[in-house]
């Protein structure tokens, strides 16, 4: 039973989206069944995907919250 975790910037990746959206996720979850069930020929329904926003202030590079560290490389 494989179990995966996805975490991903709490940002929007769509116009006027603060955050992925239903359908994003809906299809992160189906591409990493599909990718475990065509490499590993694990049954996409023994396998848990998980899926975790962080808030760009929560995630760090470089010693520094992602906002600032992105502001320093413009």
């Known amino acids: 039973m494989p179990i995966v ?3 991903v910037t709490r940002q929007g990746t769509t116009a006027a989206a603060d955050r992925t959206t239903t359908l994003q996720k ?14 590993l020929g694990k049954d996409p ?23 600032e560290w992105r502001q320093s490389k413009r």
Do not use: N, Y
């Open 26 to 39: 809906a299809m992160i979850h189906k591409g990493v069944s599909d990718l475990l069930q065509q490499v």
């Open 45 to 67: 329904d023994d396998t848990f995907v998980i899926f975790q926003e962080i808030e760009l202030e929560d995630w760090g590079r470089g010693g520094l919250p992602l906002p």
């Open 5 to 7: 975790t996805v975490q």
